[in-house]
């Protein structure tokens, strides 16, 4: 490449405040050094989590920053000592990293990692170091990725190489909420074949877990949501019920519990809402019930009875699905180009770049399952 080595000015949504919506600007991209990649992005989804920073978590230090976090795009160049990759590569930048040495890599009872911008600041959802300049300022890499941005640079502990075949405006999505929600059923889960579930929260995550759900063999799978227009689409991913709590006057835990003989045997919560948590909690049945927390949230404390735990449930949290993210989303990958998950149906829209922050006010809004945003043509 003829720009490797050099730095390279690019277009980026840069979010230079909280609250406010995110400015197209020139940024410069640094070349990549020991052990990273640049890539140039193709295409990004736009993901809750990239509006809980902007619009909720905003923390004082998290800005200014290129947000986007769910992307996929081609390497442009390597730095010194790279050999896992190389220029033109079709790769999947990961915000959570996979060094394969640390005692959580090690172990298979994770998918954490001791090493990656998580470490230190979580609550930054960023880490101190960046290859981004802008009007001679430093601009943060929201969770070691940046997305919205022609160019990135990545440490190649935190990306995965995936097949040529794979078109990016699809597979960008196993960046973060198609693999968040379906290895929240397959992986944390462990949704049994013919058990009951339920799904809180039908976005993309938890669409995505409806279709774990399914993919797992379970026979009853009942979508909660305060939406009745999001029934449609997650039929297409294998509900089987819909339960609005707006429809009823008695908590969303009792209806469930008349519905399936006492609870179901595996509830997942896709909002990132402490409540909502609870609740589904309680729409677990005794003894076996296993409870997940899939949305993301550092806002609040959540709270339950003792005796919902006592009693036999199992209250668990899931990062990334309990994907291991180097190897399972090649494997991801692989399971679309086979026809065995569902990537296309996500996609409500697709827009530029330019168009971000109408994207953002879709899903504000609820107005969309996933926006991809083409960045760079291939």
């Not at 410069?28 to 990649?37: G, L, R």
């Not at 190489?161 to 968040?180: E, F, M, Q, R």
């Not at 399914?214 to 019920?241: H, L, M, Q, Y």
């Not at 899939?294 to 209250?315: E, K, N």
């Amino acid at each position: 490449m003829a720009t490797a080595g050099k730095i390279i000015k690019c277009k980026a949504a840069v979010a230079w405040e909280p609250n406010k919506p995110l400015v197209i600007e020139e940024i410069e991209v640094a070349p990549p050094q020991a052990n990273e990649i640049r890539i140039k992005i193709v295409s990004t989804g736009v993901c809750h989590t990239d509006l809980y920073h902007l619009f909720e978590g905003m923390h004082k230090d998290g800005f200014p920053a290129v947000l986007g976090h769910e992307g996929a795009g081609i390497v442009e160049s390597v730095g010194p000592g790279v050999t896992e990759f190389q220029s033109g590569d079709k790769v999947i930048p990961l915000f959570i990293s996979q060094c394969r040495e640390c005692r959580f890599c090690k172990s298979s009872k994770t998918n954490q990692c001791d090493k990656g911008w998580a470490v230190d600041r979580h609550d930054v959802m960023a880490s101190p170091e960046t290859r981004f300049t802008c009007r001679g300022k430093k601009v943060l890499q929201f969770m070691g990725t940046s997305t919205f941005s022609e160019y990135t640079v990545v440490n190649t502990i935190a990306v995965a190489k995936i097949d040529p075949a794979a078109p990016l405006d699809k597979v960008c999505l196993l960046g973060c909420g198609v693999c968040t929600g379906f290895g929240a059923a397959v992986n944390t889960a462990k949704v049994e074949p013919g058990s009951t579930c339920a799904v809180f929260g039908l976005g993309a995550v938890g669409l995505a877990a409806v279709m774990g759900c399914k993919s797992a063999g379970a026979k009853r799978i009942i979508a909660v949501d305060i939406n009745p227009e999001k029934f449609e689409k997650a039929k297409v991913f294998g509900a089987t019920e819909f339960v609005n709590p707006k429809d009823h006057s008695k908590p969303i835990s009792q209806v469930l519990a008349e519905m399936t003989d006492g609870g179901v045997d595996y509830s997942l919560e896709c909002v990132g809402n402490v409540a909502v948590m609870r609740s589904a909690l309680e729409s677990c049945v005794k003894g076996w019930g296993v409870s997940v927390l899939v949305g993301w949230t550092d806002m609040h404390d959540f709270a339950a009875r003792p005796i919902q735990l006592i009693s036999g449930r199992t209250w668990k949290g899931s990062l990334f699905g309990g994907f291991k993210s180097k190897d399972g989303v090649p494997d991801m990958v692989k399971a679309y180009l086979e026809k065995k998950v569902k990537l296309d149906e996500f996609i409500t829209h697709t827009m530029t770049l330019d168009q971000v922050n109408d994207a953002i006010d879709l899903m504000k809004h609820g107005k969309c399952i996933r926006t991809v945003l083409s960045v760079s043509p291939q």
